[in-house]
T-cell receptor
Framework: DAKTTQPTSMDCAEGRAANLPCNHS???????VYWYRQIHSQGPQYIIH???NNETNEMASLIITEDRKSSTLILPHATLRDTAVYYC????????????FGAGTQVVVTP | EAGVVQSPRYKIIEKKQPVAFWCNPI?????LYWYLQNLGQGPELLIR????????DSQLPKDRFSAERLKGVDSTLKIQPAELGDSAVYLC?????????????FGPGTRLTVL
C-alpha cells in the first residue's frame, strides 16, 4: 500500500519556486520524510529528508506540517535541469535501508 | 569521487536467453541494493546486501533471478532464462550502511529489452 500521495505532474516556470506537495497521512512517529528525484535516464538522487522540523540544504527546502501528515518540497529557483520525477518517501530509521518508491511527480520546468 | 558504476548500460536479448548485470558500488559502502524499475513506475527493491550477506531477498523471483556479491564489493544480478516481462531498468545503489539516515547513491541503471 502506498504510504504517500503525490500529484502525477506539475509544470514550473524557470526561475520561479517549485512547490511539490506530498500527503503522508498515515506516517508513524518514527518515520522520516525523504525526497529523491530522478532525471531522465539516470538513477534516483537524494535531495533532502526530515522528521518534523523544516530542513534546508543547497538543493531544496522541506516544509513538514505540524501534524506531519503532509509536506512540501521547495525548489527555490527552478532551472531546466530540475526537470525530473520527484519521489516523496516515508521511511523509518529501523527499516534497514528500505526505500519504497511510488510513482512520483513529473516536474517539467519550462523556459 | 566515482559514483556507482553499472554495466552494461543497455542490453537487448531474446527471450529464454540468460543475462547478467554488473555493479561496482562507491568505495567503502558496505550496503548494496538492486532495484527494478518498470516504465512509468518508481524503483522496486529486489535484494539488499550488507557486505557479502543478502539481508533481504524476499522480493527477488528466485526461480529465474540470482545475485551475488563475492568479497562484499562488486555485485552481479543474473536472469536465466529471461522473459518478455523482464524488460525494465535494473538499478544498483549503495550506502554506507543499512541503519540510520544513510543516503543511497544510485547508478545509471541497465536498460534491458527482451524480444
Amino acid at each position: 500500500d502506498a504510504k504517500t500521495t503525490q500529484p502525477t505532474s506539475m509544470d514550473c516556470a524557470e526561475g520561479r519556486a517549485a512547490n511539490l506537495p506530498c500527503n503522508h497521512s498515515t506516517i508513524s512517529g518514527n518515520e522520516y520524510v525523504y525526497w529523491y528525484r530522478q532525471i531522465h535516464s539516470q538513477g534516483p538522487q537524494y535531495i533532502i529528508h526530515g522528521l518534523k522540523n523544516n530542513e534546508t540544504n543547497e538543493m531544496a527546502s522541506l516544509i513538514i506540517t505540524e501534524d506531519r501528515k503532509s509536506s512540501t518540497l521547495i525548489l527555490p529557483h527552478a532551472t531546466l535541469r530540475d526537470t525530473a520525477v520527484y519521489y516523496c518517501i516515508v521511511r523509518a530509521l529501523d527499516s534497514w535501508g528500505k526505500l519504497q518508491f511510488g510513482a512520483g511527480t513529473q516536474v517539467v520546468v519550462t523556459p | 569521487e566515482a559514483g556507482v558504476v553499472q554495466s552494461p548500460r543497455y542490453k537487448i536479448i531474446e527471450k529464454k536467453q540468460p543475462v547478467a548485470f554488473w555493479c561496482n558500488p562507491i568505495s567503502g559502502h558496505n550496503t548494496l541494493y538492486w532495484y527494478l524499475q518498470n516504465l512509468g513506475q518508481g524503483p522496486e527493491l529486489l535484494i539488499r546486501y550488507e557486505n557479502e550477506e543478502a539481508v533481504d531477498d524476499s522480493q527477488l523471483p528466485k526461480d529465474r533471478f540470482s545475485a551475488e556479491r563475492l568479497k562484499g564489493v562488486d555485485s552481479t544480478l543474473k536472469i536465466q532464462p529471461a522473459e518478455l516481462g523482464d524488460s525494465a531498468v535494473y538499478l544498483c545503489a549503495s550506502s554506507l550502511g543499512l541503519a540510520g539516515n544513510n543516503e543511497q547513491f544510485f547508478g545509471p541503471g541497465t536498460r534491458l529489452t527482451v524480444l
